[in-house]
């Protein structure tokens, strides 16, 4: 880690003994620079991908001006090319911060959330609220393409090693959709497990499977962002395949309320919103 990294990571109270605040503080926000894990890998200002990072949140409350609870469920969509990632878990402290606050209405919820999320992260954050009873939204789907977890290799790392990936010898060029739940990767700075699902679908280079699913292994003990994750892995593949087209979409299972579902594509696409049994 840079010494850059150091000091704006130092300044998180991620990781540090939290208060729960119940009344509306949009400053618990707290926002991380995405160039601190994009230099690390390379990334310049010039971006190899587009995409989005969609949130949902479980567990929204507020207060009516006569003091009645409300719930909701939301969805939260961060474009790839806002200056910031919002920090997930002073997003989870600012949702909890509502939850003693009164609104005039569900209007007025939305345009406070949005504005608060757009200043996090430095850029237009969609936000979408759901009626409880809303079913098409969040019904658990499975992901597209071959499951690649049946594979019957030998592990033998545990921490990020970009090397264990590997064209097929066949030298064949693919268009293939492939997907794993085994990804698993650690919380920055708490350590903390952060549990995926992963989608890929590429046209290039074909890619071994069995070192594909290797080198996803490998994040077990690796400690970065999700958003940070996502964009590794997309790199990665990137420079080995040489590919006409890759998207690289995780669903990470939720936390403290909220799920996040960073999506990285080479060029724009419509992919659908893949909510699955583990979320």
Known sequence: MTKIQTEVLAGLTLGQATAYIDHYSPELLQAVPRTLGRQAIGLGAELPFVGQDTWHGYELSWLTP???????????????????LIESKSFKLYLNSLNQTKFADISQLYRTMKTDLSACAGGPVQVTLHNVNELTAFQP??????????LDIEVEHYDYKPELLQLNPSGAVVDEKLHSHLLKSNCLITSQPDWASVYIHYKGKAVDHASLLKYLISFRSHNEF???????IYLDLWKLCEPEFL????????????????????????QPNLRLTRQ
């Open 66 to 84: 006569k003091g009645k609870p409300m719930v909701a469920l939301a969805t939260f969509v961060v474009p790839f090319d806002t200056p910031n």
């Open 226 to 232: 999700h958003e940070q994750c996502v964009e590794r």
């Open 141 to 150: 789907t499975w992901l597209p393409g071959r499951c690649i977890d049946d």
């Open 247 to 270: 998207v690289v979409y995780a669903r990470y299972t939720r936390r403290g309320g909220l799920d996040i579902n960073p999506l990285r594509s080479s060029e724009p696409c419509d």
